[in-house]
Every structure is written in structure tokens, then in C-alpha cells.
């Protein structure tokens, strides 16, 4: 057997292992949405994170959930284009932990509560904003609009 046999079949094993762990090790894992980010999201513009519980098979097929995820994933892809227009990156995730990086502040870690649904509003310099809980349309571009103008929404005198 030549050296360079055992290397292929060790950098094949390492493939097939990291398809089957794709899912984070965790059981019923399923494919991420076209639109999911992962991985730890750098802070160098306003930006808006909506964050969801990592998906699983059990987790689609309970009604709720699935009801959750699509109200999430249809709020976020509305709001989308508009937000990015105004320069505020949007990202998506699935997971139990968000992690971002800034250049002066390192790397932040956010552990939401079980079965955590929100949105993590950060910018440079900034300690970040977190909305717990699935929030409407308007109420996400309400907490936007005051997080990154520094005076916040001009209110109604009584």
C-alpha cells in the first residue's frame, strides 16, 4: 500500500463523519433553511440576528413549533430587504447559542432560555439589545428603529 492510500481513505472517513454530524451531534437534526447562518457573526455594521431552537425532526412535527417557525421565517424574510437597504446586516440562525465578534469587545456569548426564540440587536461599540419571544413585524422594526437612532421613535405629545 502506497502513503498516499491511507491518507485518502482517512480524509474520506473524515468527510462521511462530518456529514453525519452535521447536525450538531444532535438526534433528528434536519437541513437548515436556505437562509441560516451559522457560525459566530462579526459585528461591524448595525445588525439584526433573529435566533431560533435548533430544528429537529420531533421539534417540526409538533404543530406549535412548526406554527412558530413559520411566522418567525416569514417576518424575517419581509423584513429583510428592507433592513439591509438601511444597512443593517440580517442574519438567521438556529441554534442554542449565539456568538459574535467585535473588534474591540471580543467574543460575546448569548445563551437564550430553553426553547429560545428572539432577536439580538447589536453594533459596534454598543452592548447589544435582546427581544426575547416571537415578536410581530412591526414591533421588530420599532425596537430596530430605536436601537439604532440614538434619540429613538419621535412619540406623540399627550
Do not use: K, N
Not at 472517513?13 to 433553511?33: I, K, M, Q, T
Request: proline share 8%; with cysteine; glycine share 10%.
Amino acid at each position: 500500500m502506497t502513503a498516499g492510500r491511507p491518507r485518502r481513505w482517512v480524509a474520506a472517513a473524515a468527510a462521511l463523519l462530518l456529514a453525519a454530524c452535521a447536525g450538531r451531534g444532535r438526534p433528528g437534526a434536519v437541513a437548515l433553511p436556505a437562509t441560516a447562518d451559522t457560525g459566530t457573526v462579526a459585528i461591524s455594521r448595525p445588525t439584526l440576528i433573529g435566533f431560533f431552537p435548533p430544528l429537529t425532526s420531533a421539534r417540526l412535527s409538533d404543530s406549535v413549533f412548526a406554527r412558530t417557525l413559520s411566522a418567525f421565517q416569514a417576518g424575517l424574510a419581509h423584513l429583510r430587504p428592507a433592513f439591509e437597504h438601511a444597512g443593517v446586516a440580517v442574519y438567521e440562525q438556529y441554534t442554542d447559542t449565539v456568538v459574535v465578534s467585535e473588534p474591540e469587545r471580543g467574543l460575546q456569548i448569548y445563551v437564550p432560555p430553553a426553547g429560545g426564540v428572539g432577536y439580538y440587536l447589536a453594533a459596534p461599540g454598543r452592548d447589544p439589545d435582546i427581544l426575547q419571544g416571537l415578536r410581530g413585524e412591526a414591533e421588530i422594526q420599532e425596537a430596530v428603529w430605536r436601537y439604532f437612532h440614538e434619540h429613538g421613535v419621535r412619540r406623540a405629545s399627550r
